[in-house]
């Protein structure tokens, strides 16, 4: 074939050549796929989106729930080097117009209970031609074509494989360009560090358009010609009876999720499991030991980001509570965030990051060539996240240096909220921060906001408000009315105030309200 090797195809058309009856994938209660069905897939799909002219490098936008649709999209895709703009399928109001304006797509293969969400936009607007709901008649069309072989030039490397989006912090979510070596590389280092083979089992209830559920589960079990099954939701109370019930021997979590399924009441079945390992990003140090032994388990903790992959990876010897050594591919420095100048071991600083490989890296942010100068400085990718490596080169995580807010594993952007917020009649001033959740590594959303004159202060509207123009996860928990927002001399919203104030007494607590997030969202369309 004509793929280069640090491609997606040869990795599927390998496993389906070699255990082509052998389950890849299986959707928890729902259908499973070999790796011959999953190429013979991925052919007909490419045929029939190649016969639409999509071809090589062309970007198609992706909004589709966990499923076999969204897997069938990612592996034509990758089979016909054309790139996939993955869309967090609850996006709604304006972070939706703002994705679908740098996308650059012109086609758009859509999971039916987003099409409400998508017909509040403009799509002709943003150059998006033609819209395919995935089980429709024109998607059953699509995938009855004949088997495409080979793509209409070879997949390299270099090329282009995704574009998911990444937090905002002074602006909007930004669209990060993966290629197929980054990916890849993603993948193969996730199945040699927990060290998979063919025997094993993963359970995953990442959604598709992270990184996480993608490239390190889905692509890791595919190079090493495993077995995943993929859940379609996060249940914390059933965590160890979905291992149990799945028999997986591999898992992957986040920080905020572990504690929660930490959090449940112990059952007997905790260790009726054949799990041996877990990979977190973080694995949360404060119920490490605990959380190990109720679940018999071991935690593997790892760093990284979109931009960058998995840059750390802990091992058997790594410290608890460290994320581990650098991976050959990578160069790590702790920098001074004001001068640029490389630190000394043990010393907190910013971690930046540069490629030893050609392609391991992102290639910018699509239609935002300001944020990608910006993130590059000195010839070093600035990660935005605080840190420090010990004398034995193990890095420790510490906090992030961006504006930037963390919700149950989303990357929030406070200007999109705030952008929704603005747009209220009674608002003359919104800043969004984190504030702590309670869980380690992730946050609450605060919103404190000035009112313009004469207006009412009606906290339960102002939500109603919100929800009609963000998904479920952006939505404050907090808002805080203020008189005034404190200012820099340069008149810049200080953050770092409010942050620091954390959760003052007084604040419009949705929580304690009684105020339903599911109610809300209720009286708006259905969200996907």
């Known amino acids: ?57 062309e970007r ?3 909004m589709a729930q966990n499923g076999p649709e969204a897997v069938a999209a990612w592996l034509a895709l990758g089979w016909l080097g054309a790139v996939e703009v993955c869309l967090n399928p609850v996006l709604r109001g304006q972070p939706l117009a703002h994705a679908l304006s740098v996308s650059e797509a012109r086609l758009a293969l859509i999971d039916p209970s987003c099409l409400a969400a998508l017909a509040e936009q403009d799509l002709t607007a943003f150059g998006i031609a033609r819209v395919i709901p995935t089980g429709s008649a024109d998607w059953a069309e699509l995938n009855a074509a004949a088997p495409l072989p080979e793509p209409a030039r070879p997949v390299r490397g270099s090329d282009p494989a995704s574009v998911l989006f990444t937090s905002g912090t ?103 499991h054949r799990c041996r390992r877990v990979l977190s990003a973080p694995f949360p140090r404060h119920i490490a030991e605990d959380f190990e032994a109720r679940f018999g388990v071991r935690g593997q903790e790892c760093w990284g980001m979109t931009e960058i992959g998995i840059v750390a990876w802990a091992d058997a010897d790594t410290p608890r509570g460290s994320c581990g050594r650098v991976g050959e591919a990578f160069e790590l420095a702790i920098l001074d965030p004001e001068t640029d100048r490389p630190l000394p071991p043990d010393t907190l600083g910013e971690i930046a990051v540069r490629p030893r490989r050609p ?11 300001e944020a990608s100068v910006e993130a590059w ?31 149950r594993a989303e990357n929030i952007s406070a200007y999109e909220i705030e952008c929704v917020a603005l747009a209220h009649p009674a608002v003359a001033e919104a800043a969004a921060v984190g504030v702590p959740s309670g869980y380690e590594g992730d946050d609450d959303v605060k919103l404190c906001l000035i009112l313009r004159p004469g207006a009412p202060w009606q906290p339960e509207a102002l939500l109603a408000h919100l929800a ?61």
């Not at 400085?377 to 963390?406: C, E, M, S, Y």
């Open 1 to 57: 074939m004509t793929h280069e090797p640090d491609t997606l195809g040869p990795s599927l058309y390998r496993q389906a050549r070699t255990r082509p009856d052998e389950t890849f994938l299986t959707f928890f209660d729902g259908p499973s796929l070999s790796y011959a069905q999953a190429l013979d897939g991925a052919q007909r799909l490419a045929r029939g989106l190649a016969d639409l002219g999509v071809g090589p490098g």
């Open 60 to 62: 198609v936008l992706l």
């Open 170 to 272: 002074t602006g909007p979510a930004k669209p990060v360009i993966l290629t197929q070596a980054q990916n890849h590389l993603t993948a193969t280092e996730t199945a040699r560090h927990l060290g998979m083979t063919e025997a094993d089992v993963s359970y995953c209830f990442h959604p598709l358009h992270h990184m996480a559920g993608k490239f390190m589960a889905l692509q890791g079990t595919l190079v090493a010609g495993a077995q995943i099954v993929m859940d379609r939701r996060f249940v914390p109370e059933l965590w160890s009876q979905r291992l149990a019930e799945t028999r997986a021997t591999l898992a992957y979590g986040h920080g905020p999720m572990l504690e929660m399924i930490h959090a449940t009441p112990p059952r007997p079945e905790d260790r009726q």
């Open 359 to 369: 392609w391991a890296l992102f290639q910018g942010y699509q239609a935002m060539p």
């Open 377 to 407: 400085r000195n010839l070093w990718f600035h990660t935005g996240d605080l840190g420090r490596l010990d004398a034995q080169g193990n890095l420790w995580f510490a906090d992030r240096v961006k504006d930037r807010i963390r919700r």
């Open 468 to 528: 009609a123009g963000l998904p479920h996860f952006m939505l404050p928990r907090y808002l805080d009315r203020r008189e005034a927002l404190p200012r820099s001399n340069t008149n810049k919203v200080q953050k770092a105030v409010l942050r620091a104030e954390g959760i003052l007494p007084g604040l419009w607590d949705r929580h304690a309200e009684g105020v339903s997030v599911r109610d809300l969202y209720a009286k708006e369309t259905t969200p996907c």
